[in-house]
């Protein structure tokens, strides 16, 4: 049932996978004659934190709908964390894979109505260097690179991330890791590693089959192996990985450090080289709106 005069705050990307969509109109078709309040915030090239922040403090919405992709949801989160406002998600990105996770259909109406009908629940958020925050998935090396070279270049959807994955490839260098966290220390010559919060990459690939989002834990993903066709069925729906390439670690705490800089990513976004991440668990800080059971 509607709740009256339920304030709710859009926070839309212009920028995100789906350009074409009128996200303001199709928002407010979606909820004449119901009783809603509803205001707008279209992030800018710049200063969008801020922004953020002052039409939060300004409207005091109950609500908070990031209207993009992974990297939007995470702009929207990070200014959340802590605070008694709910976060829904309307997928409009080119890789949806927290809505995936969550089981958030990428249909409008169908996004929308878990918005206002679903339940909340608070769930487990990564800090990271004590600055950035995770929700879904980072790395370090190859899925980072394959991240920096998609958005180089000009070409979107699958043959951009096709045209990314070939370079990537070509340049692809593996990573000398120490990993250390409260119940085990390792070193181990990588592929890449994932700090996982949830279970899979947004095609449908199982990278972490341990991932919960509510569980006050995070794994620390090391892949050793992976050969070029399992490479293309990971970034074309594959569901699991190969578990004899792949080592698990759970942990709520862990310093990643590597002998050279790699590059890393935080849930879709390019964070650049570095050569150390100190990760943190940071348990139900965020209240996020999901599908009923």
């Known amino acids: 049932m509607p709740q009256d005069n339920l304030t709710i705050l859009?926070?839309?990307?212009?920028?995100?996978?789906?350009?074409?969509?009128?996200?303001?109109?199709r928002i407010e078709e979606h909820f004449i004659g119901l009783p809603y309040v509803l205001q707008f915030f279209k992030m800018p090239l710049n200063n969008a934190a801020e922004g953020l922040k002052a039409?939060?403090?300004?409207?005091?919405?109950?609500?908070?709908?990031?209207?993009?992709?992974?990297?939007t949801v995470t702009f929207v989160a990070k200014e959340l964390i802590g605070k008694d406002i709910e976060m829904g998600i309307l997928p409009a990105g080119s890789a949806n894979g927290m809505a995936r996770e969550l089981g958030i259909a990428v249909d409008i109406k169908k996004a929308l109505n878990i918005v206002m009908e679903g339940e909340v629940k608070e769930m487990d958020v990564i800090g990271l260097n004590d600055t950035e925050i995770c929700l879904h998935l980072s790395d370090l090396g190859l899925n980072a690179q394959l991240v920096k070279h998609f958005d180089e270049g000009n070409t979107r959807g699958t043959l951009g991330y096709a045209l990314a994955l070939v370079k990537t490839l070509y340049?692809?260098?593996?990573?000398?890791?120490?990993?250390?966290?409260?119940?085990?220390?390792?070193q181990r010559n990588a592929i890449m590693v994932i700090i996982a919060n949830a279970s899979k990459y947004g095609t449908g690939a199982t990278i972490n089959?341990?991932?919960?989002?509510?569980?006050g834990l995070f794994e620390?993903?090391?892949?050793?192996?992976?050969?070029?066709?399992?490479?293309?069925?990971?970034?074309?729906g594959f569901k699991r990985f190969n578990p004899q390439h792949i080592e698990v670690l759970s942990t709520k705490s862990a310093i990643l450090e590597t002998k050279h800089k790699a590059h890393f990513q935080i849930d879709g976004e390019y964070k650049g080289k570095v050569n150390k991440v100190y990760?943190?668990?940071?348990?139900?800080?965020?209240?996020?709106?999901?599908?009923?059971n």
């Open 171 to 186: 340049k692809k260098q593996r990573i000398k890791v120490t990993i250390q966290s409260k119940d085990k220390d390792v």
């Open 10 to 25: 859009f926070v839309v990307n212009k920028v995100s996978g789906r350009k074409n969509t009128d996200w303001v109109k």
């Open 279 to 292: 990760a943190k668990m940071l348990r139900g800080k965020l209240k996020l709106i999901v599908p009923k």
């Open 55 to 71: 039409s939060i403090n300004a409207f005091k919405p109950q609500r908070v709908v990031a209207v993009g992709g992974d990297g």
């Open 220 to 236: 620390v993903v090391i892949v050793t192996k992976i050969g070029i066709a399992e490479i293309f069925k990971m970034f074309t």
């Open 209 to 215: 089959p341990l991932g919960n989002l509510y569980d």
